[in-house]
Nanobody, 115 residues
Framework: QVQLVESGGGSVQPGGSLRLSCAAS????????MNWYRQAPGKQRELVAT???????NYADFVSGRFTISRDNARNTVYLQMNSLKPEDTAVYYC?????????WGQGTQVTVSS
């Protein structure tokens, strides 16, 4: 069993930055692919970024080089550095751990980008 707790959300002006953190409890954090998803009001949840157990990363097209996902296996934590934020990035951001058919989700953290 893995429990995930996100933090770091908040309100920021367009062009600003935030760093989200996701702390995992439980064993074998390093074997999980870690993902960040987001869900805006009235929209489906969408994948933002992925980092594999080996450290390979992948991003949604709308990230366009603005976000960086990273992981610290010693701290059981995954991060999402978000720069050049836009109003359309406003959403609840969720952390996800995945291996085989197993999926764990955090409770989400709100990110609001507004002037």
């Amino acid at each position: 069993q893995v429990q995930l707790v996100e933090s770091g959300g908040g309100s920021v002006q367009p062009g600003g930055s935030l760093r989200l953190s996701c702390a995992a409890s439980g064993r074998n954090f390093n074997i999980y692919a870690m993902n960040w998803y987001r869900q805006a009001p009235g929209k489906q949840r969408e994948l933002v970024a992925t980092i594999t157990s080996g450290g390979s990363t992948n991003y949604a097209d709308f990230v366009s080089g603005r976000f960086t996902i990273s992981r610290d296996n010693a701290r059981n934590t995954v991060y999402l550095q978000m720069n050049s934020l836009k109003p359309e990035d406003t959403a609840v951001y969720y952390c996800n751990a995945a291996v085989a058919i197993i999926r764990y989700w955090g409770q989400g953290t709100q990110v609001t980008v507004s002037s």
